[in-house]
Structures are given as structure tokens and as C-alpha cells.
């Protein structure tokens, strides 16, 4: 195939794309009307299945198979990390020193820590309940554990964070929001549908159905995506860098 040739096979295809969009831009709701037909659905909706934060309706009952791609792209984009950052054969890693860390920074980083980590926790925990939830919460929680090494060492933060671990919190969290999905259709019904269990009492821990499964299973699989993540970056800056002397 020419150049020539891909060139107007890629412009076929924009130009069918936005045709498309203008379309269905041109059939929206007049902006700032009365009408708000997709926003009075997915309001009922989350109401009829108990769960106080329409957005987490949205997300993890509604369409929750789109957050499953999601999170696939998330799991595919630490897998694709981890192979292209895995240490070879020319490289040795050297074990950094202990780092000087001035006293403010390692009173107020420790201090903040296990609040950081509880919020995260909490943002996930009540993710059917308030603003936030899996990804948030899950990124909060991540990063938290990451304050031990500005308030301590990279040493120190090793210690409370063994990445193989992490990495099979991570397969196993991605593959709980799967299995989720699977017992629906055990069930009779359809793939990640929110008929499993009861919606419980509105505004509660238990409400919503399987909603605060999948947002637990999203918070979980977020939070262990990046601190694989950051782990294997930080290995790179700190163990490879420190050994080159650069």
C-alpha cells in the first residue's frame, strides 16, 4: 500500500467520524434548555437502584462496562511499564544511600501519611455515597505511601511496599471486577447488569447493589496500578542512576 493510499484511507475515516459527531451534536439538547433527557434517566436510575452518588451510577451500574475498558487500559499500561522497564542484563543496581532529609519535611511528611492513606481509603469506601471513589481514592491512597520517601528514605519506603505484592493486588483486583461481571450472567442476566444483590437502605455502606463491589475492585486495582507504577520509575531514577554516578 502507497503512502498516497493510507493517506486517504485516514482521511475516509476522519471524515466519517465527524460526520458522525456533528450529527450527534446537531440532535443533543439545546444548551442551557429545560429538556435534560440522559441526566433525568441516569438520576432515576441511580435512585431505583439505591446508590446516593449518580456519578458512581453512572460509572459502575450504568456503564460499567465502558469503566471495565478503563481499567483494562490502566492494567495494559503497567503490564507494558513493567516489561519495558525490567532490569537487563547490562544493568546492576546499586542500593542508594540514606538521603538527608531536613526535619520540617520529615515531621510534616509523617504526619500527613496515615491521613493521606485514610483518606484514600475512605474516598473509595463511600464512593456510592459521595463525590469520588474508585480512581480517586485509589490514586490518593497510591501516592500517600509515597510520602515516606520524601519524609524518609527510598530504603524506608521499600519496606512497606513490596511491588510483587502490589502487582498481584493488581491482577487480582481487575480480575475481581471480571468475575463480578461473569456472576450476572451465572445468574441469567447480563454481563456486569446490577441484579446480583440487594440495593440495601439509601445513603448507606450497603447500598447500591454490586456497585460498591466494582468501585472497591476499581480502588484497589488503581491503587496497586500506581504504585507499581511509581516503583518501577523510581527504581530506574534512584537504583540504575545512583550505580551510573549521574
Known amino acids: 500500500m ?16 465527524a460526520a458522525l459527531l456533528v450529527a450527534a451534536c446537531l440532535d443533543l439538547p439545546r444548551f442551557g434548555g ?3 433527557p440522559y441526566g433525568d434517566r441516569a438520576v432515576r436510575t441511580s435512585l ?8 458512581a451510577s453512572v460509572n459502575f451500574d450504568q456503564r460499567a462496562f465502558d469503566t471495565l475498558g478503563e481499567m483494562t487500559i490502566l492494567f495494559a499500561a503497567v503490564v507494558g511499564c513493567v516489561v519495558l522497564l525490567r532490569q537487563t542484563r547490562d544493568e546492576h543496581r546499586a542500593r ?17 501519611l496515615p491521613v493521606a492513606l485514610l483518606t484514600g481509603l475512605y474516598v473509595i469506601a463511600h464512593g456510592q455515597l459521595s463525590p469520588g471513589g474508585g480512581f480517586q481514592g485509589g490514586v490518593v491512597a497510591a501516592t500517600a505511601l509515597h510520602l515516606l520517601y520524601l519524609g524518609a528514605d527510598y530504603r524506608a519506603l521499600e519496606r512497606i511496599r513490596p511491588v510483587g505484592l502490589f502487582e498481584v493486588g493488581d491482577a487480582v483486583s ?29 445513603n448507606t455502606l450497603s447500598s447500591g447493589g454490586t456497585v460498591p463491589l466494582l468501585n472497591a475492585a476499581v480502588g484497589m486495582e488503581v491503587a496497586c496500578a500506581v504504585v ?16 551510573s554516578g549521574r
Open 34 to 36: 429545560a429538556s435534560h
Open 48 to 55: 431505583d437502584r439505591h446508590t446516593a452518588n449518580t456519578i
Open 2 to 17: 502507497t503512502p498516497r493510499t493510507r493517506l486517504w484511507l485516514v482521511a475516509v475515516g476522519i471524515a466519517g467520524v
Open 228 to 243: 507499581v507504577l511509581l516503583a518501577r520509575f523510581l527504581d530506574q531514577a534512584v537504583e540504575i542512576e545512583e550505580e
Open 174 to 202: 481487575a480480575s475481581a471486577y471480571l468475575v463480578t461481571g461473569l456472576a450476572g450472567l451465572i445468574g441469567g442476566t447480563a454481563f456486569l447488569a446490577n441484579t446480583l444483590l440487594p440495593y440495601g437502605t439509601f
Open 96 to 112: 542508594p544511600a540514606p538521603a538527608d532529609v531536613a526535619p520540617p519535611v520529615r515531621r510534616y511528611a509523617l504526619l500527613v
